[in-house]
């Protein structure tokens, strides 16, 4: 079992559609889980950080996390085809700040 | 503000050939980290520096890899020997406290 799984995709969605991309991870004392934007042939950009129970909202980027059943989704509402890009999920599990990331999830807005 | 710089942006060497990057992290980030970004998967933290002390190196092959962080700041990291599967982006992260941000990445490709 990977620490942290992610779909794949691609995961295509029309544009100003809500995209839904969600993540699992598997170690119980992880403590903060961050989502990546990455474009082709870029380096991850940092998009949301969460930290507790809930939902965390930033302009059209929401973030949500259940620790009980140890999943952090995000949602994109209004998709543009500008986000299109992958989509990495990573994990921290304390201590030193070690991250720990999914394979991503590729998303596809189609106009 | 500035953000993380590394270089070369890219490098094409020869099997058992060595390699080095350098990374200039964010002014004021006392974390800096290095990871191999290998295609179609997520980033793999190789080695984390807290100003010039290694925190965590546990993935990083010490055979033919090795890093430094003189004076808390700039680091390097070094491949040597070169083997075909080190081909892949290496990317630099630097973080105040619990996020982290990266740099434009050197993309590696041994022949």
Redesign the interface.
Known sequence: QKE?EQNSGPLSVPEGAIASLNCTYSDRVSQ?F?W?RQYSG?????IM?I?SNGDKEDGRFTAQLNKASQYVSLLIRDSQPSDSATY?C?V?RGG?????????TRLAVHP | EAGVAQSPRYKIIEKRQSVAFWCNPISGHATLYWYQQILGQGPKLLIQFQNNGVVDDSQLPKDRFSAERLKGVDSTLKIQPAKLEDSAVYLCASSLQNEQFFGPGTRLTVL
């Open positions: 942290v903060s961050f990546y870029k380096s991850p950009e940092l950080s930290y990495l990573a921290n030193y700040n070690k991250l720990i990331f999914g394979a991503g």
